[in-house]
């Protein structure tokens, strides 16, 4: 039986944490454990060159402004924000191909929250390199390259093996390595799997007309279409379409490609021009049925991958990670064991209903939104309208879109643990 204190035998560990996965959330998580004094391992079967990517690959974040100022206290924000965008507002509406966003739209306004812009645009490879300078320089941290072949669990500690036969241990092992995670699959934890029978186009665009800091969301019959400015006269383009139709679109060659994109929007933004590969990955819901198992704990999408449909799957990440940094800093300080079945269910309790919120809510969204039923589109122009009508509701949603409402981490409301 485990030791409901410290754990058993600390010297023959090295690390108070094993995090599997180098992933945003995974560096991000063992920044912010180093920071307030623990000691941490990343594993990761990635090295630094394959994950620093130089050039612009079109992949981006729409980071809420909680998951900004979380980004601030590990001092990675100073780093990134040359290169970041603000969202000064977001419009959101219906759509069919070939006539944009229909004249009935939800507006949130920055000026009307009055916290500065609602989020920041950052692209993956100014992110990614901050966080592997980040990790590079940070005491406390040691990485590992290497690939999970099995773990287990023991009196007072997780062990993995790696595919070259080293083992590691720690108190606490955390799953970090997304929607397909090994860690969890290992330990047992089953998964909740819908197929949307989706695909997410992934490009990002320059155009003639600048888009003024605005975020857009159409919903289209086939899927929705997000377009988020990026620097310049530069915006990411993620377009749902059937599986069958974004493999046909994929295939084109880049000039069809556009005529095809054109007509999804409309032509607000003028001419425009690819700015970057393109990118397609299937879109699924996969939920794990528990976030913690015995000295196991997941985030980020190993714990719960959702529709991208409101540009959330990252900052849900981010919330774990302050979550659960917040559960394992204060228990360390009270003496207690990181692993403790008490501590990781802290972490289960603050996360539980949060989580199933936006699992349920990206989920009706998407299922909502995507169709031509006119009793539908009727219903949702409407209620569209009556939000946009009523400002308490609007700043009320403006506050959820930013990450600022519900229990907040501290790290989330941009303070030190």
């Known amino acids: 039986m485990d030791n409901p204190g410290r754990p058993l035998h600390p010297w023959r560990m090295e690390q108070d944490v094993l995090i599997t996965g180098g992933s945003l959330n995974g560096a991000c998580l063992a920044l912010a454990l180093a920071r307030a004094g623990m000691r941490v391992a990343v594993i990761d079967p990635l090295s630094d060159a394959a994950q620093g990517v130089p050039d612009f690959d079109g992949?981006?974040?729409?980071?809420?402004?909680?998951?900004?100022?979380?980004?601030?206290?590990?001092?990675?924000?100073?780093?990134?924000?040359?290169?970041?965008?603000?969202?000064?507002?977001?419009?959101?509406?219906?759509?069919?191909?070939?006539?944009?966003a229909g004249p009935m739209t939800l507006h949130f306004d920055s000026r009307d929250l009055g916290e500065g812009p609602l989020g920041q645009m950052v692209e993956d490879r100014h992110l990614r390199a901050a966080l592997l300078a980040a990790l590079a320089e940070a005491p406390g941290i040691r990485r590992i390259r290497g690939a999970v072949a099995a773990?287990?669990?023991?009196?007072?500690?997780?062990?993995?093996?790696?595919?070259?036969?080293?083992?590691?241990?720690?108190?606490?092992?955390?799953?970090a390595d997304g929607r397909r995670s090994g860690t969890a699959r290992r330990a047992g934890i089953r998964r909740q799997v819908t197929d949307y029978r989706q695909t997410a186009l992934v490009c990002a665009i320059g155009h003639e007309r600048p888009h003024d800091g605005c975020a857009w969301q159409i919903f289209l019959p086939p899927g929705p279409l997000a377009i988020l400015p990026l620097t310049g006269n530069r915006s990411s383009i993620v377009w749902s379409e059937t599986a069958a139709q974004a493999a046909a679109i994929h295939a084109l060659p880049d000039a069809q490609y556009l005529e095809v994109l054109r007509p999804r929007f409309g032509d607000f933004l003028g001419e425009i021009r690819l700015a970057g590969a393109r990118h397609t990955y299937p879109l699924d819901m996969s939920v794990a049925e528990s976030f913690t198992a015995e000295r196991l704990a997941l985030v980020g999408d190993a714990a719960r991958g959702v529709h991208p449909v409101a540009g959330q799957g990252l900052n849900a990440g981010l919330r774990d990670v302050a979550a659960l940094a917040e559960v394992l800093v204060e228990a360390a300080r009270q003496g207690e064991d990181p692993g403790w079945p008490l501590v990781l269910d802290r972490y289960a309790r603050w996360r539980r209903f949060d989580s199933g919120a936006l699992t349920l809510a990206t989920d009706g969204f998407n299922r909502l939104f995507s169709n031509d039923n006119p009793m539908l589109r009727l219903g949702r122009d409407l209620g569209l309208g009556l939000a946009n009508a009523i400002p308490a509701l609007r700043r009320g949603l403006m506050r959820e879109a930013a990450g600022l409402s519900g229990d907040v981490p501290r790290l989330l409301q941009g303070r030190a643990l």
């Open 151 to 175: 773990q287990r669990t023991e009196p007072g500690r997780a062990t993995v093996i790696l595919e070259d036969g080293q083992t590691h241990s720690a108190p606490l092992l955390v799953g």
């Open 59 to 100: 992949r981006s974040y729409a980071l809420a402004a909680a998951s900004v100022k979380m980004l601030g206290v590990l001092g990675l924000w100073e780093r990134i924000a040359p290169e970041a965008q603000p969202i000064l507002d977001i419009r959101v509406g219906d759509g069919r191909p070939g006539e944009g």
